[in-house]
């Protein structure tokens, strides 16, 4: 009888999925994401044209589910002369809606990657996004006891003075009840982790510039054109202090880099960067 099962091509390698041990070893830093977490405190920062002659800021709170799955097996990347790559890596996918309304606001898929230590970038995040966007973040991964360091990021745009880009700058200087200040759109993470006993924090650091890219569809590069993504995940194992017990906490901040035409003519610069700026706080389920 003709066997009907062709031979596959990886000679000598196991395609099938490892053990729990054995998958954690391989995922690395990306292990603890392994899971489902939930998190309403997540703040959306962003800039949008309104009319010919100025720029309405957004700032809206939202809710976010964030599931990961691990792939299986490590994925091998055959490199001719030089060893074979194996990649390891999870299926991700977010789902996003503003916590007041209930409305959907953001749905997007795709992997952390973790190519191991030969490579001086291990982590990767690659994403797609149904405004017609994907995009390849390239990065490194550190594990250290104690809080994460998180640092200030600015919610302004690239350092135009108000009057010539068409915006109110006072816009800027208001808190939210929740306590988001767009100048500072961390200020609201490093609030939430001062009043917490963080045992060990895993940071995740990735961003486009880093040999990754950016690319959009045509109508987006022509009106609103998404030029760099970088973002950065900290893992957290958080001691609760009635227990004792341990459980995890995904904090993260990101910014899409986009680029506007100006809001007033005739300047030497025809376009100003707004920063597109989300961050969260999650627990896992």
Avoid at 4 to 27: C, F, K, Q, Y
Wanted: glycine share 10%.
């Amino acid at each position: 009888m003709t066997d009907l099962i062709a031979p596959g091509s990886s000679v000598g390698l196991t395609r099938l999925g490892r053990d729990a041990m054995t998958t954690v070893a391989e995922l690395g830093p990306l292990a603890d994401l392994v899971g489902t977490w939930f998190g309403a405190q997540g703040w959306e920062l962003m800039a949008v044209p309104d009319g010919s002659k100025t720029f309405r800021l957004i700032v809206r709170p939202y809710v976010e589910i964030l599931t990961f799955e691990a792939l299986g097996a490590p994925v091998p990347n055959r490199g001719g002369p030089v060893p074979d790559l194996f990649i390891a890596g999870l299926l991700y996918q977010a789902r996003i809606a503003d916590l007041e309304t209930g409305e959907p606001l953001h749905v997007e898929n795709g992997m952390w990657l973790n190519l191991g230590k030969s490579q001086e970038q291990p982590i990767v995040r690659q994403a797609s996004i149904p405004h017609g966007d994907v995009f390849l973040a390239l990065g490194t991964a550190s594990t250290t006891d104690g809080p994460p360091q998180i640092p200030s990021a600015s919610g302004l745009p690239n350092g135009e003075p108000p009057k010539t880009v068409g915006y109110d700058e006072g816009q800027y200087d208001t808190t939210t009840p929740g306590g988001f200040e767009p100048r500072v759109p961390n200020k609201v993470l490093q609030a939430t982790v001062a009043k917490q006993d963080v045992v060990r924090t895993t940071a995740l650091s990735v961003c486009t510039l880093n040999g990754g890219a950016v690319v959009n569809i045509p109508f987006v590069e022509m009106h609103a054109n998404a030029t760099a993504f970088a973002c950065t995940y900290w893992i957290e194992t958080i001691r609760a202090p009635a227990t004792g017990e341990e459980v995890q906490q995904l904090q993260y901040s990101q910014q899409t880099n986009i680029e506007f035409l100006k809001a007033r003519p005739g300047s030497p610069t025809p376009l100003i960067m707004w920063p597109h700026v989300n961050v969260n706080t999650l627990r896992k389920q």
